[in-house]
């Protein structure tokens, strides 16, 4: 180390100096200094920015093969049969127009199992950890239904459609992420 800034305190007295050839050498080398600083610092700057680059291009390449994979994850997910979980049998009342006429052993109720079909396994696991609730949620549903109604095929979609309505929305309040796709009546007597 006392060597170099010995050779430089001589170089920059021999800036000064009297003798012209010592002079230019002086100034040579002190150029000669100053490029090759420029020199290491461009070439620097340059691997640097050839480093960023390629990092850039590795995590874009990164990122493209994730999309890629998690799009195949995606459509084996839909080409999947969905999931299953009974709900149980609810019962419910029926209501009669007025002037017909019911048989004496009737008791005007129907009786029903409910299976609900789901995107994703985690929602029916949930659906049957929390029956009670989940239950629970659709017993305002249950109310005294026009006969007619139920048995119609609109009538029967429309009730369908509001049990499964009911269950997503309890499922978004819970934070749950998916849903339930249909909703199914496999037992379905009306007396």
Request: charged share 30%.
């Amino acid at each position: 180390m006392t060597d170099v800034s010995t050779r430089i305190k001589e170089s920059l007295r021999g800036v000064t100096s009297q003798d012209p050839p010592t002079r230019r050498m002086a100034y040579l080398f002190i150029a000669s200094c100053l490029g090759l600083l420029f020199t290491l610092s461009f070439v620097g700057s340059y691997f640097y920015q050839r480093h960023q680059i390629s990092k850039a291009i590795q995590a874009e390449v990164e990122a493209q093969e994730k999309r890629r994979i998690e799009g195949i994850e995606e459509e084996k997910k839909s080409k999947m049969p969905p999931v299953y979980q009974s709900m149980g049998v609810f019962s419910l009342e029926l209501r009669e127009k007025p002037g017909v006429v019911r048989s004496k052993n009737s008791m005007n109720t129907a009786e029903m199992e409910i299976v609900v079909a789901c995107k994703d396994p985690e929602v029916c696991e949930w659906v049957k950890s929390n029956l009670d609730v989940t239950r629970g949620e659709l017993s305002a549903l249950f109310v005294p239904m026009d006969r007619n109604q139920l048995l119609s095929l609109p009538g029967k979609k429309a009730f369908r459609e509001e049990i499964r309505e009911k269950i997503n929305r309890l499922l978004r309040s819970r934070g749950i992420e998916g849903e339930v796709t249909d909703v199914l009546f496999p037992r379905f007597i009306m007396s």
